[in-house]
């Protein structure tokens, strides 16, 4: 074993000076959410009528789906688990994934495996060394979790549970991204595969925590690794035993991806690939046609993706009549707050397509920054030498990045209200809720109206689009829990338009977002006309 | 081109490059590592914008005529890089659609002759075929001018004899090329006129014959006895140094059977000759001051 080994050490030092400040910035950015949630429970949580909040949290199913079971919401600890943690912990995986995969298949994919490997390099080393840098990652995110807990003075061992059980679920995570990274031949495809397994694990969560109280169902959330850390319970009579589960996990998986790796060829997938055709179809003959070609199968995926997502969060939208008639206390507040099921429904829906549409302008940024890979690589180079412009290159693959996200939006909006429609008989939900949908989506255009305007005048600068969603995500799924003033979580895109099914409609901030996204876009592509492509 | 200038950052890559490519001539573009070939092919592209200086390609401003200039024209990049996910086939479908239109007969013709096999994924080409997809892809559109970045880089040697004869074959037709290389020999062969670039200038520039002198052969040789001194005064060998009995020099085409007579009437024991290399034709032309300092700033 030593010699599959050899140069372990050095990879992985290599591995954490190249990606130690990714790294850093995932680690703080998601350690800092939970000890500020814990510090502003007392806001959140008003000691007055704890038991009335306390007791809605609990029951209400949107909550549960969204966030993860409540096992003790009455102290800071608890309280943060569940209102953080999931969300902490879907992170950790996605930052371990997307770790493991850069390490590893983008490694190979771009050539520089093979050059390391031409040295004094055992055969499972450069695996084993991004698996390790990406499992530092995760437990320098559980350390941080245990100590700043602890610090913010909640209960010791609560913060332990709570640390190590984030960072093993985020190692399964790890795991999972060396298996794909195996299974495919390029960083995309491996990307993609692991990021179905964890939305599958989340959604999976979410229906269990959404279903009824007493259905079989429920059971189904130990299947999600993404549970498993609320399982531990810190924080509420911890159950230890529980971390067997992602422990063991993870090292079947890295066994797994090891095992994997010895079977293929360097460069390769575990498929081989197949002869294609011969000529190009009618369609690949115009950078549009390219376009699609390039993006059509990632783009089928988010299709599959959203519309199970739209329909396992829309069929939760008919227990809400359940859980009002099983609470009385709840009715009676809702009563009083001037609504019934239909108030909260339609809260749901908002609270679902806030989150969705933000999703969407995470779609339409990836689509079109796909552009600057095309130019990295040379293909763009191939494309610009006929009598393509370079407008139409650049607005086949913003149209695509506009077009697709606004209807999957809409769409979403329409199948989350199937469910509704289908138990109440009133099927004008299902144009209403998508037409909610459908006015969220100008935030989406505008944060790719920015990307364009970036790429067009200083590509160097085309990260900050991501700190404008990162920061959008970020405010929309922890922002209020913060206590942070409320013009800062308010600082978004979608922030100034209307919530509809709760809002009223109101057209100058849709039609000046859409003016606005315009404009950016225009020019950015008069910037991207008078830039050297490189 | 006249003039041009090129930074990128600090580095200067093209330091007021002129250098003209008449029509229906086959211009061999030489220089050693980063002298700034790949960079002017990109300015005549309009895919970079000088700094300073004028283009003219085929009677239009690179720039902002480009996509209007490239239906008359086809390139090959020094470094081919194929979508991972479109065959071969599909490639060259596509750069020609996108150029307005390819040949049909020649396309097969070509891929024949070449002996590629486009159902191939791009990630699965090697580097010989992959530059093979993109030369059947700019070679199988009716064009008139071709852009080529180190056409043969990676091609095995009957493939590189194949495209020689199909670059001739393309001459024969009026098509004007550039093509770039850091092979002396290798452009000897396909053009009729030479323009060698260094440091982003042009340093020498001319026909084959107007630059007879760079293609001379480096012979060195050791005798059965002392080398006769008269040897030194032979027309047509230059730098000549005289050991005993071993010889090296530099030799006149013309004058290569002369000598070869000489030395065999002494009686030789080993012999070897080459074409003189870039880097030296650079030591020897331009001074070994410079030659090895790099632009680049790293
Ligand atoms: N995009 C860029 N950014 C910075 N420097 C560049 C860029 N492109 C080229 N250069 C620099 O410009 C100089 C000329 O490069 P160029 O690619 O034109 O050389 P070349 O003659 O094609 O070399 P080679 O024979 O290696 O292909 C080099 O010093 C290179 O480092
Ligand atoms: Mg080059």
Redesign the pocket.
Known sequence: MTGRLTGLGALVRLGLRRNRWSYLAWVLGLGVVAPATATAYETIIDPANADVLIATMTANPTMRAMLGPPFDLSTPGGFTVWRVGTFIVTMAGLMALLGVIRSTRAEEEEGRIELVRSGVVGRDAPLLAGSLVALAACGALGLLLTVSMTAVGTPMVGSLAFGLGTALVGSVFVGVGAVTAQLSATARGARALALWVLAAAYVLRALADGAAEDSAIRTWAWLSPVQWMAFVQPYAGERWAVLLLPAVLTVALLALAVALEGRRDHGSGLRATRAGRERGGPGLGSPLGLAWRLHRGSLLGWTVGMVLFGLAMGSLSTSFGDMLSEAPVLEDIFRRMGGGTEQLTDAFFVAILGIVAVLMGVLAVLVFQRLATEERRGHAELVLATSATRRGLLGSHALLAAVVPVVLLTLVGALLAAAYARSTGDWSQLGRVAGAALALAPGGLLVLGLAVLLHGWVPRFAWLVWVVVGWSLFMIWVGATLGLPEWLTRLTPWAPLPQLPVDAMSWPPVLGLLAAAAVLGAVGSVGYTRRDI? | MVDTVKR??A?T?LDGLTMEVAQGEIHGFL??????????IRVLLGLLRPDSGSARLLGGDPWSDAPRLHSRLAYVP?DVALWPGLTGGEVIDLLGRLRGGLDERRRGELLDRFDLDPTKKGSTYSKGNRQKVALVAALASDVELLLL??PTSGLDPLMEAEFRAVIATERDRGRTALL?S?ILSEVEHVCDRVSIIRDGRVVESGTLAQLRHLTRTQVSAELAAPVPDQLRALPGLHDVVIEENRIQCQVDDPALSDLLARLSAVGVVSLTSHPPTLEELFLRHYGPGDATSD??PR
Not at chain 2, 31 to 40: D, E, I, R, V
């Open positions: 490189t | 990128f950052g580095t890559a220089g050693p590592n980063g002298a700034g070939k790949s960079t002017a020094g970045d180190e770039s850091h632009p680049s």
